[in-house]
């Protein structure tokens, strides 16, 4: 079975930064496109950026310029840097694969206070 393990979230004011790791297991993580996702508080789940295999990235309009998504194939683990971090970035985030999704993990919480 497929399984995310998400981390690196925490507390941060406006204008700071995080770096969020996803560790994939029970999957060849090299064959998969690798996405992150973000549940803002009683909001739908919904897409933040993606990689393809070959390390292709593509941002959502409303954090391109500010996350960079990234992978390392030989560590089995997806990032996600997110600098200038604002309020509206407050969100669990979770990482899967695309297109077809496994069963969510825990995911990361991410706090922004302004």
């Known amino acids: 079975q497929v399984q995310f393990m998400e981390s690196g979230g925490g507390l941060v004011q406006t204008g700071g930064s995080l770096r969020l790791s996803c560790v994939v297991s029970g999957a060849t993580f090299s064959l998969n496109d690798i996405g992150w996702y973000r549940q803002p508080p009683g909001k739908r789940r919904e897409w933040v950026a993606r990689i393809s295999q070959g390390g292709s990235p593509l941002h959502d309009v409303s954090v391109k310029g500010r996350f960079t998504i990234s992978r390392d194939n030989a560590k089995n683990t997806a990032y996600l840097q997110m600098n200038r971090l604002k309020p509206e970035d407050t969100a669990v985030y979770y990482c899967?694969?695309?297109?077809?999704?496994?069963?969510w993990g825990q995911g990361t919480r991410v706090t922004v206070t302004s």
């Open positions: 899967n694969t695309i297109p077809n999704h496994q069963p």
